[in-house]
């Protein structure tokens, strides 16, 4: 009976990051503003910006003295006036310290920003969305499966929860095939069976990705926390491993509309209201 009392708490929640219990260890700075979009390309307003410089490495950066300094790449070359040739470092790893193989640094490299599933109003991954942008998610239980619905353009998995096994002839998808147990009050999910894909742009996943998650809900707080673990031995080295935390929502179940990301021209804007 313990595990389904967790399990009903478990199910009331929607996933919408919020507040934490406050870890002495760690500075909390408020923004005037919200950011718009955690894409640089997309979110260009200050507030984004600020983001963005916390969460991704850049070519260049500005240093304290307010001087264009090397960031991620080792050095530029100008052979003419309108080329700018940056050479980048090998070995350039996730934040958890996981490397590409041979073929997903040549994938990453290869990546263009149009290949984003994002401006096909798809979502990245199933790692990636659950938390990205802040969504609301649904989770149901049913009888023999419990479903996850993730605010992200509506992306729906079905984890069986009384298969054992993925079977032999899974047909491909975005989401893969799911089967769930429980260790204690510790939900498992493995998920197999992809469509080759973007695991967090620019870097790609093969068919071969094989991904294991571990929800768990602590009963004071409601909040859920996922840690995961995912392998691809085409374009990974070793395991991409994270975690992240969010809690009850405080706004209902809608899933994203499809919006145009593409590039805006304000000035016919102003043209327009005038």
């Not at 389904?4 to 870890?23: F, I, K």
């Not at 309108?82 to 640094?105: I, K």
């Not at 802040?134 to 009384?162: A, C, E, H, S």
């Not at 992240?244 to 000035?267: F, T, W």
């Amino acid at each position: 009976m313990r595990r389904a009392g967790v399990l009903g708490l478990l199910l009331a929640l929607a996933g919408c990051s919020g507040p934490t219990p406050r870890d002495p260890n760690i500075i909390v700075v408020a923004m005037a503003n919200s950011p718009t979009n955690f894409d640089p390309a997309v979110g260009l307003d200050e507030a984004s910006q600020k983001i963005h410089q916390l969460l991704f490495s850049s070519l260049v950066r500005i240093d304290e003295s307010l001087r264009v300094v090397p960031d991620l790449a080792v050095r530029f070359d100008w052979p003419d006036p309108l080329t700018y040739v940056a050479e980048l470092p090998t070995g350039v790893r996730f934040h958890d310290g996981t490397e590409l193989t041979a073929a997903g640094e040549k994938a990453a490299a290869s990546f263009e920003r149009s290949d984003n599933p994002r401006f096909r109003c798809e979502t990245t991954s199933i790692i990636f969305d659950w938390t990205f942008d802040g969504p609301v998610n649904r989770i149901t239980q049913n009888k023999d499966t419990i479903v996850l619905q993730y605010g992200q353009f509506g992306l729906r998995r079905t984890i069986d929860m009384n298969m054992k096994q993925h079977p032999a002839n899974i047909k491909p998808s975005r989401s893969g095939h799911s089967t769930g147990y429980w260790e204690g009050d510790v939900l498992v999910v493995d998920t197999a069976g992809f469509l080759p894909g973007v695991l967090n742009a620019p870097v790609l996943h093969s068919d071969k990705l094989h991904v294991v998650e571990r929800f768990s809900l602590d009963p004071k707080t409601f909040a859920l926390t996922r840690s995961y673990a995912a392998d691809d031995q085409v374009f990974l080295k070793g395991k991409y491993t994270g975690s992240d935390v969010i809690q009850v929502a405080d706004a209902p179940y809608s899933p994203e509309r499809c919006q145009d990301l593409g590039s805006v021209d304000y000035s016919k804007q102003g043209e327009q209201k005038r």
